[in-house]
């Protein structure tokens, strides 16, 4: 699923091209891209219509435009999952749709409409109150490095307080957000720590270093557009992210290690996997095969 970059790079792409339009027309096409919303794919284009998106936003993997009602300050998100292959796409009326488009809005000013193809149809739309400026539906998602109330501080000590392999703990969007898969590897390998490490058994400094780590790579991957696999996870414009040909753990099983040369395990983990360096990152003797 796309992590932080990723959906950040679709974040700016809508900002620059829908903040301040009135939708004229939704069409929500069957039920599973409106799954998430009760009343129903009708119910809920006849709530966007007429409604002015105010701007695109995002925490941690979660994406969101804010919506209002003529000048009124906004009150209400449309949530976008975007689940396995999710776009949200900028294009010209007379652009011929792709395949796989399951939702289609166009504006009052009659420029260029944005449409949501989903090839696997496990992403969609759902409507949130809006709190603060988050959806509720996901106030209970921290901060991510990215966030300007984003606390450092806070952030070491709870992972200082789990008893549980550090990565799991990465991962726990309710810890600090954005964290997948793709960029939890990268910074543990960065860091050389292996992923069964217990969180509690690292130095507050060295769970710093991890999450500046982490920080950091996501940075890297968001300069060029994210990390693109088969295609998905474009920008708006359908552009893919190239981190991909930067990656120096995840998905480099069997290749050198650009540190130390020793070659790059793939572990299972959960219902996934790691990649790791077994020189680089000692497996703890309590998680060894």
């Given at each position: 699923?796309?992590?932080?970059?990723?959906?950040?790079?679709?974040?700016?792409?809508?900002?620059?091209?829908?903040?301040?339009?009135?939708i004229?027309?939704?069409e929500?096409r069957?039920?599973?891209?409106?799954?998430?919303?009760?009343?129903?794919?009708?119910?809920?284009?006849?709530?966007?219509?007429?409604?002015?998106?105010?701007?695109?936003?995002?925490?941690?993997?979660?994406?969101w435009?804010?919506?209002?009602?003529?000048?009124?300050?906004?009150?209400?998100?449309?949530?976008?999952?975007?689940?396995?292959?999710?776009?949200?796409?900028?294009?010209?009326?007379?652009?011929?749709?792709?395949?796989?488009?399951?939702?289609r809005?166009?504006?009052?000013?009659?420029?260029?409409?944005?449409?949501?193809?989903?090839?696997?149809?496990?992403?969609?739309?759902?409507?949130?109150?809006?709190?603060?400026?988050?959806?509720?539906?996901?106030?209970?998602?921290?901060?991510?490095?990215?966030?300007?109330?984003?606390?450092?501080a806070?952030?070491?000590?709870?992972?200082k307080?789990?008893?549980?392999?550090?990565?799991?703990?990465?991962?726990?969007?309710?810890?600090?957000?954005?964290?997948?898969?793709?960029?939890?590897?990268?910074?543990?390998?960065?860091?050389?720590?292996?992923?069964?490490?217990?969180?509690?058994s690292?130095?507050?400094?060295?769970?710093?270093?991890?999450?500046?780590?982490?920080?950091?790579?996501?940075?890297?991957a968001?300069?060029?557009?994210?990390?693109?696999?088969?295609?998905?996870?474009?920008?708006?414009?359908?552009?893919?992210?190239?981190?991909?040909?930067?990656?120096?753990?995840?998905?480099?099983?069997?290749?050198?290690?650009?540190?130390?040369?020793?070659?790059?395990?793939?572990?299972?983990?959960?219902?996934?996997?790691?990649?790791?360096?077994?020189?680089?990152?000692?497996?703890?003797?309590?998680?060894?095969?």
């Open positions: 699923m796309p992590e932080l970059p990723e959906v950040e790079v679709v974040r700016r792409g809508l900002a620059a091209h829908v903040t301040d339009r009135v004229a027309t939704a929500i069957g039920h599973r891209v409106a799954r998430r919303h009760e009343p129903g794919p009708q119910d809920l284009a006849d709530r966007l219509r007429g409604r002015t998106l105010t701007g695109a936003h995002r925490r941690g993997k979660y994406l435009l804010a919506l209002a009602d003529g000048g009124a300050l906004p009150d209400e998100a449309l949530i976008v999952h975007l689940g396995m292959s999710g776009q949200m796409l900028v294009a010209s009326s007379d652009v011929p749709e792709p395949k796989h488009t399951h939702a809005l166009t504006f009052t000013d009659a420029g260029d409409e944005l449409r949501f193809v989903d090839q696997r149809t496990f992403g969609g739309f759902a409507l949130a109150d809006l709190v603060d400026g988050v959806p509720t539906s996901i106030a209970h998602i921290a901060p991510d490095p990215f966030d300007p109330v984003y606390d450092r806070a952030v070491i000590a709870d992972v307080r789990r008893r549980s392999g550090i990565k799991r703990v990465l991962l726990n969007q309710t810890v600090v957000s954005g964290i997948g898969n793709i960029y939890a590897d990268e910074a543990l390998w960065r860091a050389g720590v292996h992923g069964e490490r217990l969180a509690s690292l130095t507050r400094p060295a769970i710093g270093r991890l999450l500046d780590h982490a920080r950091d790579v996501m940075a890297e968001l300069e060029v557009g994210g990390t693109s696999f088969d295609e998905l996870y474009v920008n708006v414009n359908g552009a893919s992210g190239y981190f991909d040909r930067s990656l120096s753990a995840y998905g480099q099983e069997g290749r050198p290690c650009p540190r130390c040369g020793s070659t790059m395990r793939r572990e299972q983990f959960m219902n996934r996997s790691s990649t790791s360096c077994p020189r680089c990152q000692v497996r703890p003797r309590s998680a060894r095969l």
